[in-house]
């Protein structure tokens, strides 16, 4: 699969919890003191996607298949951590192996619960988790430029255009402005601000449906250059335990909520990470299939085997919707609805595919 979210926040804002539910399990230890995730957990959560239920069922499979995104929890940072405060500098690496952040922020007051800094103050918060992995940046970057300026001195081109680039960035960091904001390509350099965030406002249980002042100064400073998502971490640990779907969807709608803040992340982060799903469907096995967004016929098969990528020759590709309303394959076919499409074709989110290849 390849593809995770790095769960990060101050100490005692409901990182494990969320985690613990995101992944129905015990896996952290979400008890009320700092650094009790001394190290990441990782877990694996299904994406929620009633396409590929409703496609099972019209195909009549055996058996399901859906897609997973990884999800690390990463230890709580603190203030000073890119100086090695806390457990600092191993807790930035354990974000820069991530491909996106979700950082969740206390949006609730809660006498019992202690906070870091004595304080409920959620933009206070972002700030101090932004001000350290752009302080850690500027140190790796630089450490970087140092090795460009020399083969840019010796007339690597490349090098000069890197260092340029470098040193933009580190400028802009400089400035409080995060690798993301800039209008630098700053894939190159693996900073932990080029990573894509989204915020998740952890609320008490009565704002779980609204929020409250604490999402809204959230909302209103990052929700137009970011998601920003409100959940409470202990109701949704209460959700995560709940098995059967209609008493889910009570729970659900007694709360006023029309899906639970755990679809929400996990769907936020599929789609921030730039992803998408195309399905093979049969009696047999109904499969979702994770692809990056532009993502070829030939390279979407290449998910399922490299030899269907080598020898591709096309796919035949059925809207899900089609399928659907016309009760199957067969009747799609018959419907004159099936495309045949080549090599160039981009893939469209849900496409039902068939690949035909050379062994």
Known sequence: MGFNCGIVGLPNVGKSTLFNALTQSAAADAQNYPFCTIEPNTGRVVVPDATLHELARVAGSQKIMPTQLEIVDIAGL????????????????????????????????????????GRIDPLGDIETIETELMLADIESLEKQIKNLEKRARGLDKEAAKLLADANTIKTNLENSIPAR??????????????KPVIYVCNVEEASAATGNKYSDMVKEKFGTIADVLVISSKIEMEISQIVDPDERKM?????????????????????????????????????AWTITVGMTAPMAAGKIHTDFEKGFIRAEVISPDDYIAL?????????????????????????????????
């Open 78 to 117: 603190v203030k000073g951590a890119s100086a090695g405060e806390g457990l600092g500098n191993k807790f930035l690496g354990n974000i820069l192996s991530t491909d996106a952040i979700i950082h969740v922020v206390r949006c609730f007051e809660n006498d019992d619960i202690v906070h870091v800094n």
């Open 251 to 287: 729970f659900l709608d007694d709360l006023g909520l029309t899906e639970s803040g755990l679809d929400q992340v996990i769907k936020t982060g599929y789609k921030t990470l730039g992803l998408q799903t195309y399905y093979t469907i049969g009696p047999k096995e109904a499969h």
């Open 181 to 194: 904001n800039g209008d630098i390509d700053s894939k190159p350099f693996n900073l932990l601000t080029s």
């Open 327 to 359: 009760g199957g394959e067969v009747a799609v076919k018959e419907a004159g609805k099936m495309r045949l499409v080549g090599r160039d074709y981009i893939m469209q989110p849900g496409d039902i595919c068939h690949f035909l290849f050379n062994t």
